[in-house]
């Protein structure tokens, strides 16, 4: 039952970054503003189709695919339960980020600055665990004095909406910058971490094991959930609450784009500069202690086993303190950074190609992207190649290549299309894995549809 119980835990903890190398300064997608407010982007005005404009969704794992588990190769599932758990590093990360842009919009200000504003919703989760953790677990305590350190497991959990409004601004013919405010409004957080907690099993002077739960520093902070509240309940309250009625905070993107030359660019941002101030239905918990139990041939009267069972966890809970605190809390937003360089050549015939900065044109981009992102529960970084062409006047492609802690053969595709005014794209990471799915340790897609409208030459 154990192992059924892990393999479910398993499948259903798979996640991914939050890095989106393949719409980072693609100039085609009005989208790019988001991840960097400086970017390159240059029309008259754009509208975002409603509930369509971004769909984006991303999930992985840095120490499995689900291939390495569900295979049908003619191998014991508990075999390969055994090996993937024996892979482990000293701590694995899971993490899943959803997005849905509802509203997007912007248009050119008289003085060639940009005013791009929208609304989305997003849901980020991110799990951290240590290897001894999951032994525990799945083996149990059956190696005595194995020191079980528990200090590395972490999670954060929120869903909320953001408000957003950016300006773009041309300083001169060789640099922009932007900004972009945001308002949150979060939905529920969870953030929990053990600080320090060992556990291990000696043999015992009264009973067969001394089992010891050492050191215990441990919290969880909640906000936005009831949990004695029914599903339905909860369910009618998330309009409300992601619609600047949840638990506000604020924010702010900053980044710029240089042009050394017309053909090499030079590009940075940091997102998201900001916090949620947790203050309704808040539950914070914090534990600390110790605790020692002398088992497993329990001592107890047959006769009155009650007595025993509730000594057992009035002990427990003398020597592990755990405090319910209802009190306000800050949660600071992960901060997420990006920089690129890249290098154009190749000139096409005269056309609408949005890579036009000054009197060439070119049909063709290369160049270097970083990624990190910076986070209490887990910080993370990733380095991209990418190749942008214009193919003609109404589609634009990009190749990545991609290596991070998931992967060091995430290839990307993305493609945009533009007939007159209306846009769609599509952004699809680990091509090398399309045919089998399940053995991708990462997966990324986004999605969307556009009505852009340039100026008149």
Same mark, same amino acid.
């Given at each position: 039952?154990?192992?059924?119980?892990?393999?479910?835990?398993?499948? %259903?903890?798979?996640?991914?970054?939050?890095?989106?190398?393949?719409?980072?300064?693609?100039?085609?997608? /009005?989208?790019?503003?988001?991840?960097? /407010?400086?970017?390159?982007?240059?029309?008259?005005?754009?509208?975002? %189709?409603?509930?369509?404009?971004?769909?984006?969704?991303? @999930?992985?794992? $840095?120490?499995?695919?689900?291939?390495?588990?569900?295979?049908?190769?003619?191998?014991?599932?508990?075999?390969?339960?055994?090996?993937?758990?024996?892979?482990?590093?000293?701590?694995?990360?899971?993490?899943?980020?959803?997005?849905?842009?509802?509203?997007?919009?912007?248009?050119?200000? /008289?003085?060639?600055?940009?005013?791009?504003?929208?609304?989305?919703?997003?849901?980020?989760?991110?799990?951290? %665990?240590?290897?001894?953790? &999951?032994?525990?677990?799945?083996?149990?305590?059956?190696?005595?004095?194995?020191?079980?350190?528990?200090?590395?497991?972490?999670?954060?959990?929120?869903?909320?909406? &953001?408000?957003?409004?950016?300006?773009?601004?041309?300083?001169?013919?060789?640099?922009?910058?932007?900004?972009?405010?945001?308002?949150?409004?979060?939905?529920?957080?969870?953030?929990?971490?053990?600080?320090?907690?060992?556990?291990?099993?000696?043999?015992?002077?009264?009973?067969?094991?001394?089992?010891?739960?050492?050191?215990?520093?441990?919290?969880? *902070?909640?906000?936005?959930?009831?949990?004695?509240?029914?599903?339905? *309940?909860?369910?009618? *309250?998330?309009?409300?609450?992601?619609?600047?009625?949840?638990?506000?905070?604020?924010?702010?993107?900053?980044?710029?784009?240089?042009?050394?030359?017309?053909?090499?660019?030079?590009?940075?941002?940091?997102?998201?500069?900001?916090?949620?101030?947790?203050?309704?239905?808040?539950?914070?918990?914090?534990?600390?202690? @110790?605790?020692?139990?002398?088992?497993?041939?329990?001592?107890?009267?047959?006769?009155?086993?009650?007595?025993?069972?509730?000594?057992?966890?009035?002990?427990?809970?003398?020597?592990?303190?755990?405090?319910?605190?209802?009190?306000?809390?800050?949660?600071?937003?992960?901060?997420?950074?990006?920089?690129?360089?890249?290098?154009?050549?190749?000139?096409?015939?005269?056309?609408?190609?949005?890579?036009?900065?000054?009197?060439?044109?070119?049909?063709?981009?290369?160049?270097?992207?970083?990624?990190?992102?910076?986070?209490?529960?887990?910080?993370?970084? @990733?380095?991209?190649?990418?190749?942008?062409?214009?193919?003609?006047?109404?589609?634009?492609?990009?190749?990545?290549?991609?290596?991070? $802690?998931?992967?060091?053969?995430?290839?990307?595709?993305?493609?945009?299309?533009?007939?007159?005014?209306?846009?769609?794209?599509?952004? &699809? *990471?680990?091509?090398?894995?399309? $045919?089998?799915?399940?053995? @991708?340790?990462?997966? $990324? &897609?986004?999605?969307?549809?556009?009505?852009? %409208?340039?100026?008149?030459?």
């Amino acid at each position: 039952m154990r192992k059924i119980i892990f393999l479910i835990f398993l499948v %259903f903890t798979l996640g991914y970054s939050q890095n989106k190398q393949l719409l980072y300064d693609f100039h085609e997608l /009005p989208q790019t503003l988001l991840l960097n /407010p400086g970017a390159e982007f240059s029309s008259k005005f754009h509208i975002g %189709f409603p509930l369509l404009s971004k769909i984006d969704f991303q @999930a992985g794992s $840095s120490g499995f695919s689900a291939y390495d588990i569900f295979n049908d190769d003619g191998v014991n599932i508990n075999t390969k339960i055994k090996k993937v758990i024996d892979n482990f590093g000293k701590s694995e990360v899971f993490t899943l980020n959803q997005q849905l842009e509802v509203l997007s919009a912007g248009y050119k200000l /008289p003085n060639s600055s940009y005013l791009s504003f929208g609304y989305y919703q997003e849901l980020d989760i991110v799990f951290r %665990f240590p290897k001894d953790m &999951v032994d525990l677990f799945y083996d149990g305590n059956s190696e005595i004095n194995r020191r079980y350190e528990l200090d590395k497991f972490g999670i954060r959990a929120e869903m909320l909406g &953001v408000f957003h409004i950016g300006l773009t601004k041309k300083l001169n013919n060789n640099m922009q910058i932007g900004a972009r405010a945001k308002i949150y409004s979060g939905v529920f957080n969870i953030r929990s971490k053990i600080n320090s907690a060992v556990f291990y099993t000696e043999y015992g002077t009264n009973n067969i094991y001394n089992h010891h739960l050492e050191n215990i520093n441990a919290y969880m *902070d909640s906000s936005g959930i009831i949990f004695d509240k029914n599903e339905e *309940d909860v369910l009618k *309250d998330i309009p409300k609450k992601i619609l600047l009625g949840g638990n506000l905070g604020l924010g702010v993107d900053l980044g710029f784009t240089n042009w050394l030359n017309d053909q090499v660019t030079v590009t940075g941002s940091i997102l998201d500069i900001g916090f949620v101030n947790n203050s309704k239905n808040v539950e914070s918990y914090r534990s600390k202690g @110790a605790y020692q139990l002398e088992g497993i041939q329990l001592l107890f009267d047959p006769n009155n086993p009650q007595d025993y069972w509730q000594n057992l966890e009035d002990d427990f809970e003398k020597n592990v303190v755990t405090d319910t605190i209802f009190k306000n809390y800050i949660t600071l937003r992960p901060l997420k950074l990006n920089g690129s360089v890249s290098y154009k050549f190749g000139r096409p015939r005269l056309d609408e190609c949005r890579f036009q900065k000054y009197p060439n044109i070119y049909s063709n981009k290369v160049g270097f992207h970083l990624y990190s992102t910076l986070g209490k529960i887990n910080s993370q970084a @990733a380095a991209t190649l990418f190749f942008e062409r214009r193919v003609n006047k109404n589609v634009q492609a990009k190749i990545t290549y991609t290596v991070d $802690s998931y992967s060091f053969k995430n290839i990307g595709l993305g493609i945009s299309t533009k007939l007159g005014a209306f846009n769609s794209y599509l952004l &699809v *990471d680990n091509l090398l894995n399309f $045919s089998n799915l399940y053995s @991708a340790r990462s997966a $990324s &897609v986004q999605a969307g549809i556009n009505f852009i %409208f340039n100026d008149k030459n």
